[in-house]
């Protein structure tokens, strides 16, 4: 097909979860493909209530964190402070990919615009790249509480901590207009089939029909920077945490240091592990289906998981909750 004008361009096909491309095209799975239609048509309504049944657990779990943290005054603290801004940012982050799937799951559509895939792809990236450097300044916070109690409320002040957040998003912002930009240069077919529940950029340069050699450096170069700056500020805060919790003399003093930091690293590991796993998905495979359901793992399962890592691990924040719970207000909206 011949390279056109991205602005003449009108649709992206989504098949997502429900077809891989060229699997109709091969004579010897012909047999196959009505029974794996069939059992298609069967299973999309089921399909539909398991990510519904994610979102909205992911939305109602974190809307829950935040409305603790901002009602108990006892976690006024820098530590939920960036707790409440990485729930906000997961919202954010599974809203850009689930409400669109859904629509194309209850609709049998699998169009999306030209405008919209570059909109989606652009607040996907940037409430990615958001998650990466929270969870980085939470790293910080928990090597200045560790390292540095007696200062810990003086060097995290308030307007440090708002300054933090700020230059996240500030970076992000930057990061995700960057990778946007270089994506409307691109020129595409009339009709683009992307082998994803989402405008993963990945795949959307991939399936460009102009030069997209100079996107490519531009992609891992900003990946790389994203993705080691961050992995090693984590790694050096948390060496440098090690290193103070060998030096508490008692067994008990070393567990209680320790454990505010568990639902951090539990939360990190599932991030980086998830990321790590769509790059490996996207560079060494060519299953679509395997890229798919990494994808998922990292947009669906990582945010949905963030909320019960954090309040089964708190016991500051399970309280809050409970109280929240009994708060006769919201008693009332509930019943």
Known sequence: MEPGNNTQFSEFFLPGLSEDPGFSE?????????????????????????????????????LLIILAVSTDCHLHTPMYFFLSNLSFVDICFISTTIPKM??????????ITYEGCITQMYFYILFAGLDDILLTVMAYDRYVAICHPLHYMVIMSSQLCGLLVLISWLISTLYSLLHSLMVLRLSFCPTVQIPQFFCELNQVIELASSDNFLNNIVMYFAALLMGIGPFSSILYSYSKIVSCICKISSAQGKYKAFSTCVSHLLVVSLFYFTALGVYLSSAVTHSSHTSTIVSVMYAVVTPML??????????DLKEALKSLYLTPSIKDRLY
């Open 26 to 62: 091969d004579p010897e799975l012909q047999p196959l493909i009505f029974g794996l239609f069939l059992s298609m048509y069967l299973i999309t309504p089921l399909i539909f209530g398991l990510f519904l049944s994610m979102y909205l657990a992911t939305v109602f779990g974190n």
């Open 102 to 111: 859904l629509w194309n799951i209850q609709t049998q559509s699998k169009v």
């Open 306 to 315: 963030n909320p019960f890592i954090y309040s089964l691990r708190n016991k």
